[in-house]
């Protein structure tokens, strides 16, 4: 699936929910369920230092095709990480730096989503156009 | 119900803002201790500065700089009076305590060698010790640290201990702004006078609960911000005594604070102008003097009475929750509670009380070396203030209930 196709998947589970409770425990479970990272990867060097939580993440090629795994401290964060690794891991880097993410605003996560806001979120995403953009230079 | 003096509700309606809905839900503001809300009265004080008499002030012979210069200097007087200050120009108009903080340990570079020491406290705010730390760098200085138990409370006999004549300053805050312990700045004052040391003592989160009286207290330098007490951001004030204020160099050059000026040589102007270079917060100034007003008419006894009834509620409250732990139970502290429930992460619980409508700070508060004491990233904390209701720590404690819930 392309990560357009995946973004509207998961835009139509999110309209299931009737309110911000429900919103958040389905991030709370999608957090809780995925083993993100693998120990070693959790180093200082692939630390997102937001203000508040930590962030890792790390990413890989396989073949063609970008690989991220991430973790957080704070399991809303690693929800919402949960959530972007849907629609960016093991795809093309090209397609990670055309996407875009207004989908995380149309299932109503918008805040965490401000540059303000001390998540390290924006950073986040920030950190996988850059792998992205590193990979695809070693690719060409 | 708590047994207060105060009409809590009729001060409620001083505080529009405490009518406001946030996420759907009705607003339950307890991150007092980052910043107080402000009430009508000194709403009202800053448009009517900029609606009847906004002017330059010092140097008008206009009528409104008149005006404006008397209004600003009746705060002055307003704030001398409050924390009842010998002279009126020992009053130093700063952008709030970090200003103040920045001030004194810049003059002091002039006043340290290689081989002095000077001493904080375990618990400060990072703006009470990077600009010490900075000092440090510039004069050789070493940095000696007054180490805390796990109450939160100074080690006072470490402290009698690490003093000596090589000790040249003492800064403290009078209230740690993450564990809300009181320290005992009394003891800490006449001690580090014995051996001929200055102390500063940050007063920021001490301010809005505490009345000090700097006379008594002996201080050397005193510094608050206004906004921590019903006042405007981006203005506090700065106490100083005589003597060092005449010794301290200027921090800024500017207008205001010069008596001659020739490219040759300037002379500076009295206290307090010598340290209020350039146009200050002049509406913030007068608006800082409305909020002491504002305060003094509710009275300090009462609101401390009052906040610390909110305080033994709250964290008896809080205490029956599983998991939960308070950082910070000195025996004396001001109505901050900072706490952690095992397994979930500070922003986790912060995130969803925000979603109920309720305001508290998540983090290491600006004090990381408080974290790393109990190894932890961050707490939950919550602050109350006068105007804070008996109803609102139910409200607090039943959404960390129910992001307990959520997250475990």
């Not at chain 1, 690989?67 to 919402?80: E, R, Y």
């Not at chain 2, 503001?29 to 500065?49: E, G, K, M, R």
């Not at chain 2, 102007?269 to 003097?289: Q, R, S, V, W, Y």
Request: with cysteine.
């Amino acid at each position: 699936m392309s990560i357009q196709e995946i973004q509207e998947e998961i835009v139509d589970e999110f309209s299931m929910f009737d309110d911000w409770m429900q919103r958040y425990e389905y991030m709370i479970e999608l957090g809780k369920s995925l083993p993100l990272i693998d120990g070693q990867y959790k180093t200082e060097d692939n630390l997102i230092k937001g203000c508040q939580s930590k962030v890792w993440v790390h990413a890989e090629l396989d073949g063609d095709k970008l690989v991220f795994t991430a973790d957080s401290d704070a399991i809303i964060t690693k929800g919402i990480i949960a959530i972007l690794i849907r629609a960016f891991s093991n795809q093309k880097p090209q397609d990670i730096i055309d996407a875009d993410t207004a989908f995380i605003d149309e299932i109503g996560l918008k805040e965490h989503l401000s540059p303000t806001r001390a998540n390290g979120l924006v950073s986040m995403i920030k950190q996988l156009k850059l792998y992205a953009v590193a990979y695809q230079t070693q690719l060409n | 119900m708590l047994q207060t003096a105060l009409d809590i509700q009729t001060i409620r309606k001083d505080f529009p803002i405490l009518n406001r809905e946030v996420n759907g839900q009705p607003l339950v503001y307890l991150d007092n201790a980052a910043t107080s809300q402000t009430p009508q009265q000194v709403i009202d004080a800053i448009v009517d500065y900029y609606h009847r008499y906004n002017a330059n002030i010092h140097r008008g012979v206009h009528s409104l700089s008149q005006e404006a210069t008397d209004a600003y200097e009746l705060a002055r007087q307003k704030i001398q009076k409050h924390f009842n200050i010998g002279k009126t120009h020992e009053v130093i108009f700063t952008s709030g305590t970090t200003h103040g903080i920045n001030l004194v340990a810049t003059g002091f570079t002039s006043f340290l060698k290689k081989g002095d020491e000077i001493m904080v406290s375990a618990m400060e705010h990072h703006s009470n010790i990077v600009p010490w730390q900075m000092l440090c760098e510039r004069t050789g200085a070493t940095l000696k640290v007054i180490p805390m138990n796990l109450d939160g409370e100074l080690i006072m006999e470490e402290y009698h201990r690490l003093l000596n004549d090589k000790t040249k300053l003492v800064f403290c805050n009078h209230v740690s702004n993450a564990l809300g312990t009181i320290n005992p700045i009394e003891e800490i004052i006449d001690a580090a006078h014995k051996v001929g040391a200055a102390v500063l003592i940050d007063g920021a989160q001490a301010a809005a609960h505490i009345k000090a009286d700097l006379q008594a207290l002996d201080v050397d330098f005193y510094t608050v911000s206004a906004h921590k007490m019903c006042g405007p951001t981006g203005v506090g004030m700065l106490y100083g005594k005589e003597e060092w204020l005449k010794k301290l160099p200027p921090y800024q050059g500017g207008g205001e604070m010069i008596a001659e000026v020739t490219f040759e040589k300037t002379t500076y102007a009295d206290l307090p102008h010598k340290f209020e270079a350039g146009t200050p917060n002049i509406c913030g100034g007068i608006a800082f003097g409305a909020a002491l007003d504002y305060m003094e008419n509710i009275g300090f006894d009462a609101i401390a009475q009052y906040e610390d009834e909110l305080l033994q509620y709250a964290t008896k409250q809080l205490l029956t929750i599983e998991g939960l732990r308070i950082y910070g139970t000195a025996k004396h502290k001001t109505s901050v509670i900072s706490f952690n429930i095992e397994g979930i992460h500070p922003y986790d619980i912060g995130t969803i009380l925000d979603k109920l409508g309720i305001a508290v700070r998540t983090g290491h508060h600006c004090a990381q070396p408080i974290m790393d004491f109990y190894k932890i990233p961050g707490t939950v904390r919550a602050s109350f203030s006068f105007y804070n209701t008996q109803e609102e720590v139910d409200k607090l404690v039943e959404g960390v209930k129910r992001a307990k819930k959520m997250l475990l």
